[in-house]
Each structure stands twice: as structure tokens, then as C-alpha cells.
């Protein structure tokens, strides 16, 4: 089901990070550093697959026995990715996900779109979830492990 037009549908929010944005963008796409910060509702996540390219798709087992599953729609290094989210949290639906990683000299801004959520309350959960998520990426990029660029 392609994404509503309506505004309500999409929740959209800005965080500047302390890192390079190849450093900011590679956090997304290696499984290794993914795993370091990617913990949906404080859950693990164990990457079953990650082929990041576009067309590729990606497939996320949490904790409880969820899934994260989607596919990349746009893999454009280091400046945006794009891909389509789908698991239980959004019923079944799929959403789109779109973020802009913008240079800001040593930081990094990214712009994270996610777009066809159904109602207000799915907006509601997802905006609950993305914040503390974007929360532990800038714990994990201001560790000396964190991946460099």
C-alpha cells in the first residue's frame, strides 16, 4: 500500500550528530555498528539480512520475536537512504523511511522521514520509538568504537 498524502501520515525528525556523515551514514548500513545502537523498544536485534543496495532488502529479528523486514529503495552514499519498513509494529503495512544525511563540517544533520503511518496513534508510536533510537545512535557514534570515516 503506497504512503498517504496526508501530512498526519508522516512524522518527520531532525538530529544533528557529533560525526562525520560517512561515519553518521555507515552506522546505518554495516551490521556490526547497526547492531551497537539499533534496539527498537530497549529489544536486541539480531540481522538476519542487511543487502544494502538499492533493490536489496533487509531482515531484523528482535527479542520478543518480531521482525523488521524492507527493502532498500535508494542507497546513496553518504548523503540518503531510502527503504521500506514493515514488521509488526506497523501491522503488516508498509511504510517508507527516507533520511537525508546533511553535512554540517564535523557534524551531521539527518532528516528522518517515515511516511504511511496509517493514523495518529501509529505516528504517535513510531515517533515514541525513532526518538530514542536517533538518542542511542549519538551515544554510539561518540564512543571510540563507534565506526570512523
Given at each position: ?10 512524522l518527520?525528525?531532525r ?11 555507515r ?5 556490526e ?39 532498500y ?21 508498509e511504510?517508507?523511511?527516507?533520511l537525508?544525511?546533511l ?39 561518540s ?7
Amino acid at each position: 500500500m503506497p504512503p498517504s498524502s496526508d501530512n498526519s501520515a508522516t512524522l518527520v525528525r531532525r538530529r544533528v550528530f557529533r560525526a562525520s556523515r560517512r561515519r553518521v551514514f555507515r552506522a546505518w548500513v554495516e551490521p556490526e555498528a547497526l547492531v551497537s545502537w539499533f534496539r527498537p523498544g530497549g529489544m536486541g536485534v539480531t540481522v538476519h539480512k542487511m543487502d544494502v543496495r538499492t533493490g536489496g532488502s533487509f531482515h531484523f529479528a528482535l527479542e520478543n520475536g518480531g521482525s523488521i523486514f524492507g527493502t532498500y529503495l535508494l542507497v546513496a552514499p553518504p548523503e540518503k537512504l531510502v527503504f521500506t519498513w514493515s514488521g509488526d509494529a506497523a501491522g503488516g503495512r508498509e511504510t517508507i523511511v527516507t533520511l537525508d544525511f546533511l553535512d554540517q563540517g564535523s557534524m551531521t544533520e539527518i532528516v528522518l522521514t517515515h511516511e504511511g503511518l496509517s493514523d495518529p496513534a501509529l505516528r504517535t508510536f513510531f515517533d515514541s520509538g525513532w526518538r530514542p533510537l536517533l538518542e542511542a545512535l549519538a551515544e554510539a557514534l561518540s564512543t571510540d568504537d563507534a565506526p570512523r570515516s
